[in-house]
T-cell receptor, first 115, second 118 residues
Framework: GAVVSQHPSRVICKSGTSVKIECRSL??????MFWYRQFPKKSLMLMAT?????????EQGVEKDKFLINHASLTLSTLTVTSAHPEDSSFYIC???????????FGSGTQLSVL | AQTVTQSQPEMSVQEAETVTLSCTYD???????LFWYKQPPSRQMILVIR??????QNATENRFSVNFQKAAKSFSLKISDSQLGDAAMYFC???????????????FGQGTRLTINP
């Protein structure tokens, strides 16, 4: 089946540094990818929709300059948490939609811990 | 805006028994998709079942079936012959079927934690 690779699976960083998370569709092309954030024992909250070759669409309340999204190719989207702070600590999940079949596939998530 | 509500934060069931998880949603759209996702401790999101709103027949996938009541905007999940591996968080989700690609985002409910008692 189709696979979405998300890397890294876990990252610990110091406050003030930036962290990049990659979301890669391994065997299909995805013009659209979605980035979610999940707090412990909570639901997934959509942060932004990543569109290949154009600017991402951010949900209300999500800081564009804080969470930089780049979707430079049909198989890769990246989320960069800039100047991370402890309150940015969370589980981040990406999903990618197969442009041909329309199905949606999820990455395995990234646990970000900011010290 | 569309909303999805799961009113049961936690549910438990005896192994081999049947359990039903509730989900209601609010939308002004007439055509859309509904989903149930499972999130085990690994936190990988796994699609359990999907329902197209234009189909009156309830979707089924082996031991999993839904009761889709469009007029009531209700979409419950029934798990038959519960197994220990069914223990997980279950999320109900909604997606529009029309519109630009980016608008077809998933809206998730709050989740229900299902425990299977041996």
């Amino acid at each position: 089946g189709a696979v979405v690779s998300q890397h890294p699976s876990r990252v610990i960083c110091k406050s003030g540094t930036s962290v990049k998370i990659e979301c890669r569709s391994l065997d299909f092309q995805a013009t659209t990818m979605f980035w979610y954030r999940q707090f412990p024992k909570k639901s997934l909250m959509l942060m932004a929709t990543s569109n290949e070759g154009s600017k991402a669409t951010y949900e209300q309340g999500v800081e564009k300059d804080k969470f930089l999204i780049n979707h430079a190719s049909l198989t890769l989207s990246t989320l960069t948490v800039t100047s991370a702070h402890p309150e940015d600590s969370s589980f981040y999940i990406c999903s990618a939609r197969d442009v041909l079949g329309g199905k949606l596939f999820f990455g395995s998530g990234t646990q970000l811990s900011v010290l | 805006a569309q909303t999805v509500t799961q009113s049961q934060p936690e549910m438990s069931v005896q192994e081999a028994e049947t359990v039903t998880l509730s989900c209601t949603y609010d939308t002004s759209e007439s055509d859309y998709y509904l989903f149930w996702y499972k999130q085990p401790p690994s936190r990988q999101m796994i699609l359990v079942i999907r329902q197209e709103a234009y189909k009156q027949q309830n979707a089924t996938e082996n031991r999993f079936s839904v009761n889709f009541q469009k007029a009531a905007k209700s979409f419950s999940l029934k798990i038959s012959d519960s197994q220990l591996g069914d223990a997980a968080m279950y999320f109900c989700a909604y997606r529009r079927s029309m519109g630009i690609e980016g608008a077809q985002k998933l809206v998730f409910g709050q989740g229900t934690r299902l425990t299977i008692n041996p």
